[in-house]
């Protein structure tokens, strides 16, 4: 029987050649050199730790998942199949507008459709008082997908409406993260299961990536009957309604759409219900123009580390590029890499009109700082930087020019950018670019602007904070 002197030396030898064989790993996919050479030197002077670290945090891509629009053949060929069938008379002619967007249909695999109709929902009474009206008129099924889902006022409600709906004979099914809905306990789900629901957890552990912890889905969704859907920046929890004293008021946004980007829209979310429980339902793939008879163009925007590039980091460098006049921006969190500071320098050193609001109060202390490490980068370029002081802001928007508008999930952070699935919708009309002007102005009217030297005047401490949080910027 070996002894113990034995036993530490073959444990020793063995974490010396997994921290071997993950380095080779990291040679070979390796984002950046500088990245790859720091896990290098951490693999080989302390395997113990740096093993398991880098499996939970390392790696970039999301393996297993099965993108629809990459591989053949896949579960999803009929689907797409039949989309490209029905809906190639809204698909718009690019040599109308921008060109640019061009770059933004490769990206994400999709193309602009015309005959959408797309709504503010500006907070979370408007926004949810739309949910549960779309949801009571649900005739065949509903989708709903959240990160955080909590068992409070305001997620029993949900509860409830998707019980009366399902005990009405629709077709309920309900997605949500397993990490960003961890505290949602077992009796919630189970009187959802007992009438009928189908909720289910995104586990991104599942399949081949049982160490890979630090990937979420941040994907805010929900789908009636094919005709119309919602996306965007709240969960289902009282603090997102404004109901915590700490947080209140809660500033954020969703959209609701109609015309053929629900099916755009219900396609990421069947994407990831099939990731979930290998099944796809079978549902309404027509593409319908807007009830209402608005005609506008608009591109639903998946993004996550299953795709074949960084597609959240690409986007936003490609939309910041084609800014001419303006690029506003509403981010409740600021900690990018140095590509999407670049875009942002070069818009605002050509003369673009860049303004990024954030909020004053932290939700997450550590992206707070990080945040405050990127101001002297951003505003020695000209970039004029906001906080908004009443409440927490947690919107996501991005306006270019005076014809182009995102609303989705997305922060203008790194986890975003590469770790997290994410989803947003791109609308080119005047009309409601206008709209999301006049919801900006006011957000920045509940502002003060930032000056040049005021991390500078904030004292050694609070620097100190800042550059420290910024190491942590590339998992934030």
Known sequence: MPDTWTLAGLLIALFHGAGFLTSVHVLMTGRTPQGALAWIFFLVLLPYLAVPLYWVFGPRRYDGYIDSRLTSPTPFDSIVGELHETGAEYICDRDEGRSSLVALERIVRLPFTHGNDVELLIDGEATFAAFFDAIDRAE??????????????????????LIERARAGVEVLFLFDEVGSRHLPEHY???????????????TTRHA?????????????????????????????????GRDPKMSPWR?????????????????FVEDWHWATDEIPEWNWEPKPAPSGVDWNALVLPTGPADTFESCSLLFVALFHSA???????????????????????????????????????DYETAYFAGWSFHDDV??????????????????????????????????????????????????????????????????????????????????????????????????
């Open 379 to 476: 505003l020695e370029s000209g970039c004029r930087i906001f906080r908004y002081k009443e409440g927490f802001l947690h919107q996501k928007a991005v306006l270019v020019d005076d014809d182009l508008a995102l609303l989705g999930t997305m922060n203008l952070d790194n986890r975003s950018m590469r770790l997290n699935f994410e989803i947003g919708i791109l609308v080119e009309n005047e009309t409601f670019a206008s709209r999301v002007e006049e919801m900006l102005e006011e957000d920045l009217a509940r502002a003060s602007e930032v000056r040049q030297k005021e991390l500078e005047e904030a004292g050694f401490f609070f620097r100190l904070k800042a550059r420290l949080a910024r190491l942590f910027a590339p998992i934030l």
């Open 140 to 161: 065949r099924y509903v989708a709903v997908q959240f990160f955080i889902v909590h068992d409070d006022g305001i997620g029993r409600d949900m509860k409830d409406a």
């Open 324 to 362: 001419e006049t303006r690029l506003w921006i509403s981010t409740p969190y600021f900690v990018f890499d140095n590509q999407v500071l670049s875009a942002l320098q070069l818009a605002a050193l050509r003369g673009v009109d860049v303004r990024i609001l954030v909020p004053e109060r932290a």
């Open 209 to 241: 990536n049982r160490f890979q912890l630090n990937f979420r889905n941040h994907r805010k969704l929900i789908i009636v009957d094919g005709e119309t859907a919602f996306v965007g920046g709240l969960n289902c929890g009282d603090e997102y309604m």
């Open 189 to 203: 789900k189970a009187e959802l299961r007992g009438a009928g629901v189908q909720i289910k957890p995104f586990s």
């Open 252 to 268: 954020d946004t969703f959209t609701r759409v109609q015309g053929p980007s629900v099916q755009a829209l219900q396609l990421s």
